[in-house]
Structures are given as structure tokens and as C-alpha cells.
């Protein structure tokens, strides 16, 4: 009887020894999706919503300006990316006011990022701007105890999910006149200056960017084409580089756009405009070399604005 009393005990240690493993690799695969949400920024950055990836972006056009991004990532693998992003940013003579809300669902992980961004935009001579931007706010990380599979009481589980709210933020810079645009940010500030908060590697540390607008969108039939060359650095991978261009028709009421990157995949985006307040777009983008081995799908994202 004692034998047997023992045996159940050492079986139930050994279980709970199994959960804590399994629950251990199921927080890592929240990492390492994590890790690749970073090597995928939402395609909107580059043309469509360009104060997703630059904060003196906020304001740089005059008047209010509403966007909701919604992204699905490799659908056909468990616990996949999710991403949600509203911005809204005003113009107020030459100051830029930003709100970024980023939510995202990655395996058993739920990250919430709120930021606010001040931006001055200072004019030079014939069209020339600078344009200045810091982003400040919170981030927090969850685990959705809801989802585990095993003892949701775990107490790493608890102690995970107690961490304090986190300082977080962005400082970009850009250069404008008529036609060029160039610009650089230092995203995850946080992670720039201190990098043992949540993790030491896998976190984008710039973003630059050069765009040049070739033709006219000032009439009915105009065609106007915006090229785009970039560079990201992501902590512990090589740069990634990306090239591409958007392709305007109409006076923007219709646009497509392509982009490679570095990472051997591509961003396909197509959108409408109804007139100068609203509009709306979508973009695919096909999985890198590396992932094409675990996942058949890409991610999906749309993207809706609204002007006044």
C-alpha cells in the first residue's frame, strides 16, 4: 500500500513536471512568433499608413486621420500571429498629435502597446520639411492561462502574468520636399537602451527608407509612381532590405503595390480610395524562404482610413 501511495506520487510529480515542459515550449513557440512578427512589419508602413513604422510620420499631412489595421498570419499553423493596430493622428499648425493601440495574439501570448506621439514638422525653403518624432507609452505582456493545455494554475504561469507595465517608445526623424521622402527610426526604444525587460534579441532596432515620387496625381488620368527602397535591422539577424514601388491611377482613387524583401518573399497590396476621406486596402505577403518548410500560407492584412 505504501509502495503504491509512493508510486502515485512520483507519477503525479511526473506529470507535473511534463506540464511544466509542455507549457515551457508552448510560451517558447510565443517567442519565436514573436520573433518573426518582427522580420514581418505590417505592409501598411511603407506606403499605405507610413506612421506604423516612423513616428514624426504623425500630422505630416494636415487635417484628422483614423486607420484600422487587422492582419492574419500562416493560418495553417497553430497559435499563428494576429495583429491588430488602430492609429489616429491630427495636424495643429506645425505639431503632429499621434495615438498607436497595438494588440497582438501570438501562440498563448497577448501583447498590448499604447503609445502616444508628438511630432513637429518644421519648413524649410521651396517644399523642403524636417520632420521630427517621439513616440511614449506602455507595453504589456500576458499568457492566456485560458489556452494552456495542463495545470493553468501553474505558478510560473502567475508570476509570468504579474510582471509590471513596461516603459516603451519610438523616435523617428524624415526629410521631405515635393517628390522625395527619406527617413530613419529607432523603434522599441525599450529594447534599444535595455535590453533585458522581455527579451535580448528578436526586436527591430531601426527602420530608413527612401521613397521619390515619379509622375503626377493632380488630374483624372494621372499615374503616379512611388519607388521604395528599405532598410530594417532586427536585433540577432543580418539587415533585411526591401524594394519595391506603389503604382497610383486616378488621382489615387485606385493603387496597387509590390515589394521583395530580403527574407525571400514578396507583399502584394491593392487599394481604394472613395474620395479623399476614406479608403481602404489589402496586401498579401508570401512567407520567407525559411518558413515556407512548416507553412503553406503567407498573412493577409486590410487596412481602412478615415480623413477629414
Do not use: C
Not at 88 to 104: A, H, R, S
Request: cysteine-free; aromatic content about 12%.
Amino acid at each position: 500500500m505504501l509502495v503504491g501511495l509512493f508510486n502515485r506520487k512520483v507519477f503525479r510529480g511526473i506529470e507535473q513536471i511534463l506540464k511544466s515542459i509542455s507549457l515551457l515550449i508552448l510560451i517558447s513557440f510565443s517567442g519565436v512568433n514573436q520573433a518573426w512578427s518582427q522580420l514581418y512589419p505590417l505592409g501598411a508602413q511603407y506606403f499605405h499608413n507610413q506612421y506604423l513604422g516612423n513616428p514624426s510620420s504623425a500630422g505630416i499631412d494636415s487635417g484628422y486621420r483614423f486607420d484600422l489595421s487587422n492582419r492574419v498570419q500562416w493560418n495553417d499553423v497553430p497559435g499563428a500571429p494576429v495583429n491588430q493596430i488602430f492609429t489616429g493622428v491630427i495636424k495643429t499648425g506645425k505639431v503632429g498629435l499621434g495615438l498607436n493601440l497595438t494588440k497582438e495574439k501570438e501562440g498563448l501570448m497577448n501583447t498590448l502597446r499604447t503609445v502616444a506621439t508628438l511630432a513637429y514638422h518644421l519648413p524649410l525653403n521651396k517644399g523642403q520639411q524636417i520632420h521630427l518624432g517621439l513616440s511614449v507609452g506602455m507595453l504589456t505582456q500576458r499568457i492566456r492561462t485560458e489556452d494552456i493545455v495542463g495545470n493553468q494554475g501553474d505558478p510560473s504561469v502567475s508570476n509570468y502574468n504579474s510582471r509590471e507595465y513596461f516603459l516603451d517608445g519610438d523616435y523617428g526623424m524624415a526629410y521631405t520636399d515635393d517628390r522625395l521622402k527619406v527617413q530613419l527610426a529607432i523603434p522599441n526604444l525599450k529594447n534599444f537602451f535595455k535590453t533585458d525587460y522581455f527579451r535580448t534579441s528578436n526586436f527591430s532596432i531601426f527602420y530608413s527608407a527612401v521613397t521619390y515620387k515619379i509622375g503626377n496625381s493632380n488630374t483624372k488620368n494621372s499615374i503616379l509612381m512611388e519607388p521604395i527602397i528599405a532598410l530594417r535591422g532586427v536585433k540577432g539577424y543580418k539587415n533585411i532590405w526591401d524594394a519595391g514601388t506603389k503604382v497610383s491611377f486616378s488621382n489615387d482613387r485606385l493603387n496597387m503595390s509590390g515589394i521583395y524583401h530580403s527574407t525571400g518573399n514578396s507583399t502584394f497590396g491593392i487599394g481604394f480610395n472613395y474620395n479623399s476621406n476614406i479608403g481602404i486596402s489589402s496586401m498579401y505577403s508570401t512567407g520567407t524562404s525559411v518558413l515556407r518548410g512548416f507553412s503553406t500560407t503567407g498573412d493577409f492584412e486590410i487596412n481602412l482610413k478615415l480623413s477629414f
